[in-house]
C-alpha cells in the first residue's frame, strides 16, 4: 500500500468564479486522506473536448459536470465513461437528458407533495415536418385556454414544460394575457400551473450530496438581490421539512446537485421548482451564499472520489413508490422518502468522513476569501457579465458580501 492519487475533472461551459476557487482551495487544504490502506491525494484538472476512442480509458475517477445538459459531445464522453470506465459523475447523465419539470411534477404530485394545479398545453406552432399536418388534422382538438384559466384559478402561469433559467415564464391574470402569452409562445410545449397567491415564505434549497442550504429568494429583485443575504427565517421544523423535501427529489431523479424552490402559504409549503440539476453557482448571483457553494462542491467531490463511491447508473423508483402506496399521512411517507434518500446518499458515512478529514475546511476557507485570488476569481466573473464601467462597483459589492459571510461566521 502507498500513495495514490485520485483524479478530479471539471467539466465546464461559462463557469469562471467556482472552479478558480475550488482549484486554489484544493492546494490550500493538502490533503492526504488515508483510505483502505492507501493514502490518498487529488489533482484537479479542466476536461478538455476533442475527439475520442470509445475504448480509451477515461483518466478521472470524478467529473463535476456542468456542460452536458446542452453540449452533446461531453455528454456522450461522460455517458460512456460511466458504462466502461467505472466514472463517478454528477448529475446523472441519463436523467438530465431524459427528465425535465413536467417529469418531475409528475413523479412528486404521485408521491403525494402539494404542487400547484398544473395542466401541458399543445404548442402554438410546429416545426415544419411531412407529418404534422395531418396528425394535428386528425387528432388535435380546439381548447379554450381561457377555460383552462378557470379550472386552474386566475392568476396562473404560463412556462415551457422543460424549464430554462425562467425562460417565457408569464403570470397571467385573465383570459386576454393568457392568450398574449401563448400567441408569443411559438413552439413551446407550455405548462398552465396555478399561482400560489398569500404565500409568505419563498425559499430555494441548495441540495449537494446530503448537504442542504436554504436560502430566502426574492424573484422580483433584480439578479445580483433575489438571493437575500438573511439567515434567521425559517424555524428548525421547516428547516428540516425542506431539507426533507430536497434530498427526496434529488435521491428520487439520481441529482447529486440540485435546487428546490418552495412557496409557503397558511403552513404548507408547497414545492414549485425543483427540476434544476446544473444549479446557478455563480457568485454574481450567489454572492454571500457562494462560499458555502464553493464548500458543497469540494466536500462532495472529494468524499466521492477518495472513497471510490459507486455511481448508480440507473434510477430505481420502486422503493419510493412502495412508500406512495402506504395509507400514512403525507408528513410520514416524507419522512420515510427522505431515509431513502440519506440512504443513497451514505449521509452518515459522509458526515463522519467530513468531521474526520474536512474538519480544517471552514478556516481554510475563511482565510482563502481574503485573498487576492478570492477577490480575482469574482473579478472575472463580473469582468465576464457586467459592461467595463460597472466592473469595480460589483466586484466590490460581491466581495462584500463575502466578507459579510466571514464576519457572520457562517458555515
Known amino acids: 500500500m502507498g500513495d495514490v492519487t485520485r483524479h478530479i475533472g471539471l467539466s465546464l461551459g461559462a463557469d469562471i468564479c467556482w472552479p478558480l476557487c475550488f482549484e486554489h482551495m484544493i492546494k490550500r487544504l493538502?490533503?492526504?486522506?488515508?483510505?483502505?490502506?492507501?493514502?490518498?491525494?487529488?489533482?484537479?484538472?479542466?476536461?478538455?473536448?476533442?475527439?475520442?476512442?470509445?475504448?480509451?480509458?477515461?483518466?478521472?475517477?470524478l467529473v463535476v459536470d456542468r456542460l452536458t445538459h446542452w453540449f452533446h459531445t461531453s455528454?456522450?464522453?461522460?455517458?460512456?465513461?460511466?458504462?466502461?470506465?467505472?466514472?463517478?459523475?454528477?448529475?446523472?447523465?441519463?436523467?438530465?437528458?431524459?427528465?425535465?419539470?413536467?417529469?418531475?411534477?409528475?413523479?412528486?404530485?404521485?408521491?403525494?407533495?402539494?404542487?400547484?394545479?398544473t395542466w401541458m398545453i399543445p404548442p402554438k406552432g410546429y416545426a415544419p415536418g411531412p407529418d404534422v399536418k395531418p396528425t394535428l388534422q386528425r387528432y388535435a382538438k380546439l381548447f379554450d385556454l381561457g377555460k383552462v384559466g378557470d379550472t386552474i384559478g386566475w392568476p396562473m402561469f404560463l412556462k415551457p414544460y422543460d424549464g430554462g433559467g425562467w425562460r417565457a415564464v408569464t403570470r397571467v391574470k385573465n383570459a386576454r394575457e393568457a392568450w398574449k402569452a401563448y400567441e408569443e409562445s411559438d413552439t413551446a410545449v407550455m405548462h398552465a400551473q396555478a399561482s400560489v397567491e398569500g404565500y409568505d415564505r419563498f425559499v430555494r434549497t441548495i441540495g449537494f450530496g446530503p448537504q442542504t442550504h436554504n436560502v430566502l429568494y426574492?424573484?422580483?429583485?433584480?439578479?445580483?438581490?433575489?438571493?437575500?443575504?438573511e439567515t434567521d427565517f425559517l424555524s428548525r421544523e421547516d428547516a428540516e421539512h425542506l431539507r426533507?423535501?430536497?434530498?427526496?427529489?434529488?435521491?428520487?431523479?439520481?441529482?447529486?446537485?440540485?435546487?428546490?424552490?418552495?412557496?409557503?402559504?397558511?403552513?404548507?409549503?408547497?414545492?414549485?421548482?425543483?427540476?434544476?440539476?446544473?444549479?446557478?453557482?455563480?457568485?454574481?448571483?450567489?454572492?454571500?451564499?457562494?462560499?458555502?457553494?464553493?464548500?458543497?462542491?469540494?466536500?462532495?467531490?472529494?468524499?466521492?472520489?477518495?472513497?471510490?463511491?459507486?455511481?448508480?447508473?440507473?434510477?430505481?423508483?420502486e422503493p419510493f413508490y412502495q412508500v406512495a402506496a402506504m395509507d400514512l399521512p403525507y408528513a410520514e411517507k416524507l419522512d420515510r422518502y427522505a431515509a431513502i434518500a440519506d440512504a443513497r446518499f451514505e449521509t452518515a458515512r459522509f458526515e463522519e468522513f467530513c468531521a474526520k478529514h474536512l474538519g480544517h475546511l471552514d478556516e481554510v476557507a475563511s482565510e482563502f476569501f481574503t485573498t487576492a485570488e478570492a477577490k480575482e476569481a469574482v473579478r472575472q466573473k463580473v469582468t465576464a457579465l457586467y459592461p467595463a464601467h460597472e466592473v469595480e462597483r460589483f466586484t466590490e459589492l460581491f466581495w462584500s458580501r463575502i466578507q459579510a459571510w466571514r464576519a457572520a461566521g457562517c458555515p
Open 30 to 61: 493538502d490533503l492526504r486522506i488515508p483510505h483502505g490502506g492507501d493514502t490518498v491525494r487529488f489533482e484537479v484538472e479542466r476536461v478538455t473536448i476533442e475527439p475520442f476512442d470509445l475504448r480509451q480509458p477515461v483518466k478521472y475517477d
Open 75 to 117: 455528454r456522450e464522453w461522460i455517458k460512456k465513461g460511466i458504462l466502461m470506465d467505472d466514472l463517478y459523475v454528477f448529475n446523472n447523465p441519463w436523467s438530465i437528458q431524459a427528465n425535465e419539470k413536467h417529469t418531475s411534477y409528475c413523479a412528486m404530485m404521485k408521491l403525494g407533495m402539494p404542487i400547484p394545479e
Open 218 to 229: 426574492n424573484p422580483d429583485a433584480p439578479l445580483h438581490d433575489r438571493y437575500t443575504m
Open 244 to 317: 426533507k423535501v430536497t434530498l427526496t427529489i434529488n435521491a428520487f431523479f439520481g441529482w447529486d446537485f440540485n435546487s428546490c424552490e418552495s412557496l409557503r402559504k397558511d403552513g404548507v409549503w408547497h414545492p414549485i421548482d425543483f427540476a434544476n440539476p446544473c444549479p446557478d453557482s455563480q457568485v454574481t448571483s450567489l454572492h454571500f451564499h457562494f462560499p458555502w457553494m464553493v464548500k458543497s462542491y469540494l466536500r462532495w467531490s472529494i468524499f466521492c472520489a477518495a472513497t471510490k463511491r459507486k455511481m448508480a447508473r440507473t434510477l430505481d423508483w
